[in-house]
């Protein structure tokens, strides 16, 4: 049996509720798949659209005459965790039922630590929400103080801080629902970003990636494996191109002197090899997998995705 934590990515999601529905309905098989193998399954997921969507909606109903209050950002974050976590544990419990096993799913609305002093706080970089005018762009920046920059040509968009996870909150809770032999959806997009001030932790409005979120969570939970799982089969080198390269087994060292010779790009692939580097390094026997969804399975068994392995 293996301890490990999935992270799914945003293509086992929808862009509307029923749209979500059928694709976590699919995504529940293989993590069930894993959860009949006799391994501890611990669930993490993405929630770009979902948040952004939260957010837009407030912002809209606000503008109309105020009929609504402008909702803060972590409110927001927490809201999306548990519109995607009712999907997902729904889903999996259905898969589970169908197959005869009695294990409960919870979802954990979950804070996640972030320093203060992290610089992403003075690099705003992560795009919520819907595209603006220069003009409408202004006006958000001069009454909101949000910070706004033009996105590929195609409008403004907000920008938000991307902190690194320091740790998760609710990690002893999370332990105990594990430890009783049940499965968890935790760290729901990246979790809530929150910084301890004091016995207070004061939500900030940020987006923590999901997948270093998920290795954090991989770290403190001791798992074996952390699995992320996403729209291609295998890790690529030279992806697209008429040399493309899949990567089967590598080292995290060898890995990282790949990302050092600028493989990997920030916005896609990059952030999943530096998660999964992140947690492999921290002890020896761990593995890191990224793979496709249908894959799960075969990839933990060492016949698809790509394995990152300490030595």
Not at 94 to 99: K, V, Y
Not at 156 to 185: L, Q
Not at 211 to 224: I, K, P, V
């Amino acid at each position: 049996m293996k301890r490990i934590v999935v992270a799914l990515g945003g293509n086992a999601l929808g862009n509307t509720p029923e749209e979500q529905v059928l694709k976590v309905a699919h995504a529940a098989k293989p993590i069930v798949d894993l959860i009949m193998d006799g391994h501890q399954v611990l669930l993490a997921h993405g929630n770009g659209p979902q948040v952004g969507m939260i957010n837009f909606a407030f912002e809209l109903a606000n503008e109309a005459n105020n009929a609504s209050p402008a909702m803060p950002f972590p409110e927001c974050g927490a809201m999306s965790q548990g519109y995607i976590g009712y999907h997902l544990q729904n889903a999996i419990q259905t898969e589970l039922q169908s197959r005869g096993l009695s294990k409960m799913v919870a979802t954990i609305t979950t804070q996640v630590e972030v320093s203060k002093d992290d610089p992403a706080f003075q690099h705003p970089s992560k795009p919520i929400g819907r595209f603006y005018s220069k003009e409408e762009a202004d006006i958000l920046a001069e009454e909101r103080g949000y910070t706004m920059k033009e996105d590929a040509s195609r409008g403004y968009r907000r920008v938000v801080p991307s902190p690194i996870p320091v740790g998760i909150v609710e990690i002893d809770v999370v332990k105990s629902i594990v430890d009783a032999g049940h499965v968890v959806i935790t760290v729901g997009g990246g979790g809530i970003p929150v910084i301890r001030q004091g016995h207070e932790l004061i939500g900030v409005s940020a987006v923590i990636d999901k997948d270093f979120a998920s290795a954090t969570l991989a770290n403190q939970m001791n798992a074996d494996s952390l699995v992320i799982l996403t729209a291609i089969d295998k890790v690529k080198l030279n992806y697209k191109q008429p040399n493309e390269q899949s990567l089967d087994t590598i080292s995290w060292k060898d890995l990282e002197s790949l990302i050092s010779e600028g493989h990997f790009h920030k916005g896609s692939m990059l952030p999943k090899v530096q998660a999964a580097i992140s947690f492999v390094k921290l002890g020896k026997h761990r593995e890191a997998i990224i793979a496709s969804l249908d894959d799960a399975k075969e990839a933990l068994q060492g016949n698809a995705g790509t394995r990152i392995i300490s030595e």
